[in-house]
T-cell receptor, first 110, second 113 residues
Framework: EDKVVQSPLSLVVHEGDTVTLNCSYE??????LLWYKQEKKAPTFLFML????IEKKSGRLSSILDKKELFSILNITATQTGDSAVYLC??????????FGAGTILRVKS | DAGVIQSPRHEVTEMGQEVTLRCKPI?????LFWYRQTMMRGLELLIY????????DSGMPEDRFSAKMPNASFSTLKIQPSEPRDSAVYFC???????????FGPGTRLTVL
């Protein structure tokens, strides 16, 4: 059965800390891996990764994919309270099916 | 672009009643997904359509749930009869099957009393 596992399940840090969120996966027909941020509403798209070893960056957030070891990490540097959210990892298979992990709850304390 | 549009945003109903959730995907997207999210089970895929055709409905909990996509710009998810355990946030999301991020609608928060 296809699965996506995220770790840690939850994390509490102080403003200014750097965090690394992990996502490992087992799917049959991998197409891409996506990261989403969910606050009190719908998930919002952060990154899509399709190739190994190519880092994607957006401000203080960055992500990279390892298709050999079947995992991805999401880094957030200089965290702010506004980064507090649930971060969801999802893996897309060919045929468009998207499998989500359970998410990592991040809380950034001021 | 207005994004994915869902209605209603909130629905409170009594057990046994029929509930219909509506979704308008982003124009040009040809894949549409219905997800349900609860604290206990996270985000669960219920069904998805490609070019208006249901591709995978294995996530639909039981016969009380049905979904349709009569055209490229509209989909419904119906629950009949509703039960308290159906209470959740229901998200509709769309994308294009050539690749690209799945974009979520704002969700419908359903409460079944």
């Amino acid at each position: 059965e296809d699965k996506v596992v995220q770790s840690p399940l939850s994390l509490v840090v102080h403003e200014g800390d750097t965090v690394t969120l992990n996502c490992s996966y087992e799917v049959t027909n991998f197409r891409s891996l996506l990261w989403y941020k969910q606050e009190k509403k719908a998930p919002t798209f952060l990154f899509m990764l399709t190739s190994s070893g190519i880092e994607k960056k957006s401000g203080r957030l960055s992500s990279i994919l390892d298709k050999k070891e079947l995992f991805s990490i999401l880094n957030i540097t200089a965290t702010q309270t506004g980064d507090s959210a649930v971060y969801l990892c999802a893996v897309e298979e060919y045929g468009n099916k998207l499998v989500f992990g359970a998410g990592t709850i991040l809380r950034v304390k001021s | 672009d207005a994004g994915v549009i869902q209605s209603p945003r909130h629905e409170v109903t009594e057990m046994g009643q029929e509930v219909t959730l509506r979704c308008k995907p982003i124009s040009g997207h040809n894949s549409l997904f219905w997800y349900r999210q609860t604290m206990m089970r996270g985000l669960e895929l219920l069904i998805y359509f490609n070019n208006n055709v249901p591709i995978d409905d294995s996530g639909m909990p039981e016969d009380r749930f049905s979904a349709k996509m009569p055209n490229a710009s509209f989909s419904t998810l119906k629950i009949q009869p509703s039960e308290p355990r159906d209470s959740a946030v229901y998200f509709c999301a769309s994308t294009h099957d050539s690749g690209g991020a799945l974009i979520f609608g704002p969700g419908t928060r359903l409460t079944v009393l």
